[in-house]
């Protein structure tokens, strides 16, 4: 069944998943820049335990998942959001 409502909370959703993205991108951008190194360089640094005790490592880990999960549940709302589009033709 399609309703306005609910194409509209779709779009809201959408809009929230964007700004929570760019948030934690912001924050990525932040650490890589503080610390001089690329994400997917902390990540292999990380994975090899190549990483000094003091380094912020779990707040870096636990931000690239957050931007992992925005982005899975942004792709998820739009797919409900084309699929709602489809039936609605």
């Known amino acids: 069944m ?3 409502e609910y ?6 959703e959408v809009d929230v998943c964007k700004g929570q993205i760019r948030n934690y991108q912001r924050i990525l951008k932040n650490l890589e820049e503080l ?11 990380m994975r090899q335990g ?3 005790p003091s380094f912020a490592a779990q707040e870096w880990h636990d931000t690239i ?15 409900l959001l084309n699929t709602m589009k489809i039936s609605a033709s």
Request: aromatic share 10%; no cysteine.
């Open 35 to 45: 610390h001089g190194l690329t994400s997917a360089a902390f990540q292999d640094r």
């Open 2 to 4: 399609h309703t306005d």
């Open 50 to 52: 190549d990483l000094p």
């Open 65 to 79: 998942e957050a931007l992992r999960r925005w982005k899975e549940t942004q792709v998820e709302y739009e797919r």
């Open 7 to 12: 194409e509209i909370a779709l779009f809201r």
